[in-house]
């Protein structure tokens, strides 16, 4: 059964930096690219990063994130993927939500599969 797990979710202050980790499991995952959403409390769900899963140095952000945040694949632990996040703001405050897609998900139409989620607070 194919499942996205995040962790390294927390509380930080603003300027701080955390780094949240995806891990994906299940026999099919290993063909889709990977992706981190966010949704605030009273918002939509948002994309803030995704990258290619054939060619790791293809990677798309939210132009809210762009030079703060990093995605990257783990190339020691397989089918992970990690979102550096660094000068974190409190508008960053979300649960933050792993996700795959066929083709690299830059909104959620393009999202196959959902994470359940981990929680990122940006304290002032």
């Known amino acids: 059964q194919e499942q996205l797990v995040e962790s390294g979710g927390g509380l930080v202050q603003a300027g701080g930096s955390l780094r949240l980790s995806c891990v994906a499991s299940g026999r099919t995952l290993g063909r889709f690219s990977m992706a981190w959403f966010r949704q605030a409390p009273g918002k939509e769900r948002e994309f803030v990063a995704s990258i290619n899963r054939f060619s790791s140095t293809l990677t798309y952000y939210a132009d809210s994130v762009k030079g703060r945040f990093t995605i990257s694949s783990d190339k020691n632990v397989k089918n992970t993927v990690n979102l550096q996040m660094d000068s974190l703001k409190p508008e960053d405050t979300a649960v933050y939500y792993c996700?795959?897609?066929?083709?690299?998900?830059?909104?959620?139409?393009?999202?196959?599969?959902w994470g359940k989620g981990t929680l990122v607070t940006v304290s002032s």
């Open positions: 996700a795959a897609g066929l083709s690299v998900p830059k909104d959620t139409s393009g999202v196959d599969y």
